[in-house]
């Protein structure tokens, strides 16, 4: 099974299992990258992609998220994912790509229409706010 395969267990296991956040600190390199939809320059390092992830899991894990599709290459996938949040369509990718030791290393998101973006901006910075 490539290292994508696994990981993609790995995270599906995180994202519906009540985004527990042991799983998600296991899951990631210590050198991981985050890039964020709404913040402009990368965010670098296990602590800090820990937080914008779990924050996103507890923000857009909602009863209606759910994965679309998902296109995988040896250690990258592409995630497509739609869900409803207050009331508004969101429509987003997940591109992640795991180190040889089957570690998250890399995770950007994209979101979709603009009043998707602007309300998971919204919502991610209270989550960040009140977790910070």
Known sequence: ???????????????????????LRAMLADDAVFHSPVVHTPQEGKAKVFAYLH???????NDSFHY????????TAVLEF?????GIQVNGVDMIRWNADGKIEDFKVMVRPLKAINKVWEKMGEMLARAG
């Open 55 to 61: 924050a996103a899991s507890h923000v857009l894990g």
């Open 1 to 23: 099974m490539s290292v994508a395969r696994t990981g993609i267990a790995a995270w599906h296991d995180y994202m519906h299992g009540g985004s527990e956040p042991e799983k």
């Open 82 to 86: 739609a869900l409803v949040l207050d």
């Open 68 to 75: 679309v599709r998902e296109i995988v290459d040896g250690d």
